[in-house]
């Protein structure tokens, strides 16, 4: 810290102010005491300039400050890795001259040698303090096992917290929610250091933590007041008001974790897979089968709600997309400024309003027409071919096993209410989860 403190501006600024003060001169009996201080300050000024700062970088290594830990050496390896792989698939579609048929006369050799794999992910400080693996003991090797998978779990939540904020920005999630998230993903960012053995799996999570917060609960205060005073006419309105609020804030609360989990679940696997990640990536998993389950309960017991959110959600991603249209006009000068400014202003509104609450919907009970796989038939002929088929409805108790891999197809199923879960026969026998499939 001493040799980092360089002397600059500040000090600079007193010495002048001790060389513009009458009473400090008198006070020493010394008329040239204020230039003398300037003249010590500003050399060393200079002197730090050129010596301290210019040698920070070797001072920092000779303290050994910047020695990298065993695990971080095996993070940036796992990098370097997917960097290279990213480099030979930039490198091959560059050399297909059918996509590329400009560059059919370049030396390909000269750019590997100038921008090539080893040119680009090069790091010197590798080549020093090698650590040989034999010399080490049992205990250093699980430390730094134990270290790697903190540094995967600490690199997975960033990731996850990259996410929140993209859904945050393009409307998907609301404001309120999305504090509540960050809270829990900061509380479990605090923690990811800790002895991975002796964690509970789900706190290692923001899952854990909204569970534990209360987050994903109704307020018990507001089951209070609609169980006594929910009768009252003036007030059931109101209550059922609020209370709708907040299973919608909780509803978006859930979808979010499985968006957010699904996304860099996927990018961290295909992207830069290393020794550790795979388990960090199967405890995902369960955090999005919990989510799942309580997302199925929840579009259950309050399909409005969950209509009204799914709404709110498909308006603001509509807002978004329709305003990267009008700003791609302006750019290629197919809109005047004036207009620009107006349809942003007017999108700018629109987006204010929907962050502000949710929208009031229409909610229907899903009937056969509305089924997806059933939609293109025109309605006068529904009917007819509905009896024509013989289709009738069929209640599945939960747990029940509806058809099997390998079997016979003897009929069509179509889920018209609840979830359907299905494994391979591969990951069936781990208790993994494949897919599911909810209503409709």
Known sequence: ?????????????????VAASKGITDAVSDPHFGDRVVIHVCGLIVLTTLINAAFMEKVIQLLGLSSETPA??????????????????????????????????????????????KALTKREEWEEDSTDIDNQSMADIEESETELRSELLGRFLTSLRASYTA?????????????????????????????VEVMNSSMKYEWGYLETEGYLEAPWWVELLIRYFGKVRFLHRLLRHTADSYTAERFEMVLAVIRAHEETARAEVSDMAAEGLMEICLESQAVQTLAGKMLVQMEEGHPAVACAVRTRQACCQLIQEFKGEIDALFHIAQITAAEHERLSKIVDRKSEHLTRGYPKVEYKHRSPETFPVLRHIPADKFHTLWEALGITPENVPEGQQIIRQGEAGDGVYIIAKGVVRWNTSAAAATGDLDAMAMSG
């Not at 810290?1 to 102010?17: E, S």
């Not at 945050?168 to 605090?190: F, M, N, T």
């Open 72 to 117: 971080e050496k095996k993070l940036f390896e796992s990098v370097q890795h997917f960097l290279s792989k990213k480099h030979r698939g930039i490198m091959s579609r560059l050399q297909n001259q059918v996509e590329n048929p400009e560059l059919a006369g370049v030396d390909w050799k000269t750019v590997t040698k100038l921008v090539g794999n």
């Open 1 to 17: 810290l001493n040799w980092a403190g360089l002397r600059g501006a500040v000090g600079l600024v007193l010495a002048l102010d």
């Open 167 to 195: 859904q945050w920005h393009s409307g998907v999630i609301a404001s309120e929610p999305y504090r509540k998230i960050l809270w829990c993903l900061d509380q479990a960012l605090d923690h990811s250091s800790d002895t």
